[in-house]
């Protein structure tokens, strides 16, 4: 029978002959291998079936709480804003008052793949565009081999638990319909790359091309969804802020705008009236 070594991350600073070291000959046999191979088939296929069931029971309630934030004016911008990494990608002024025209925002799961979704951005009346829902979908494309496979009792296929984001979720362009050209964000902000090679732009311009192009270099369509949308309570009143800073400069930011909601600049403290 053919054996793998096991590999032993080394400890920083450890200085432990190789011959001298004990665990550095361990040998992983086929038969194990494969027996953990097994196992981690079935913590995925465990997870996947969690993930389905925690979005079965957070629906109604982020539906409770859809109705109590789409009355509270503002709510939405301003727990976008608090997000210190959503921030710097509404930079422009301009992008900050066309979001504080945002109502409401929701996250549509897919049923078969719950890391693909689509965000909802519903708008009121406003000068800039006359879409009253943009939409940026992070479509699910299973692999050609899913065509022949068939699900289990969960509904969960082969295919389902080898799923990458990066080769299964397809970001898709939406088109808006801006109400004059002094009002297109993403023609006065476009996305700019130094090299058409770059991976990264070198200035991501309006937070609304999120939506009118297919690619979303810094995953902030995944950040909205993962992370502000969960957490929206939190971050509306400020108790949540998207990164770990230095307690120094939260405190002093705390001083500077104390009692205080603007959408001009991210806060990090308790909202009291939006």
């Not at 992983?28 to 079935?42: F, R, S, V, W």
């Not at 709510?75 to 900050?96: E, G, K, T, Y």
């Not at 109502?103 to 519903?122: G, H, M, N, Q, S």
């Amino acid at each position: 029978m053919s054996t793998k070594t096991a590999k032993k991350r080394s400890s920083p600073g450890a200085d432990v002959e190789k011959n001298g070291d004990p665990l550095q000959d361990v040998e992983l046999g086929d038969e194990d291998a494969k027996k953990l191979t097994h196992i981690q088939k079935d913590l995925q296929r465990a997870e996947l079936i969690l993930e389905r069931r925690a979005q079965d029971t957070l629906t109604p309630v982020y539906q409770k709480r859809r109705e109590t934030l789409k009355a509270i004016n503002k709510s939405w911008p301003v727990a976008l804003m608090n997000h210190n990494m959503f921030a710097i990608h509404a930079q422009h002024d301009a992008d900050r008052i066309a979001l504080s025209f945002l109502e409401d925002l929701w996250v549509a799961r897919d049923p078969k793949e719950p890391k693909a979704f689509t965000i909802e951005f519903y708008f009121k009346e406003n000068p800039y565009f006359s879409d009253p829902v943009l939409k940026k979908e992070y479509r699910y494309v299973p692999p050609n081999s899913a065509a022949d496979e068939k699900p289990d009792a969960d509904g969960i296929t082969p295919s389902m638990l080898d799923f990458s984001w990066e080769r299964d979720v397809v970001p898709q362009a939406t088109k808006i319909n801006w109400k004059d050209d002094s009002k297109n964000l993403t023609k006065l902000y476009p996305v700019i790359k130094d090299d058409a090679d770059d991976d990264l732009p070198s200035d991501f311009g309006s937070f609304f091309n999120l939506f009118e192009n297919d690619k979303d270099h810094s995953d902030l369509g995944v950040l909205i969804a993962n992370e502000v949308f969960p957490d929206a309570i939190e971050y509306f009143l400020g108790n949540a802020n998207g990164d770990e800073l230095d307690s120094d400069e939260e405190e002093e930011s705390d001083d500077e705008n104390e009692d205080e909601i603007d959408l001009e600049q991210p806060r990090s403290k308790k909202a009291k009236n939006a």
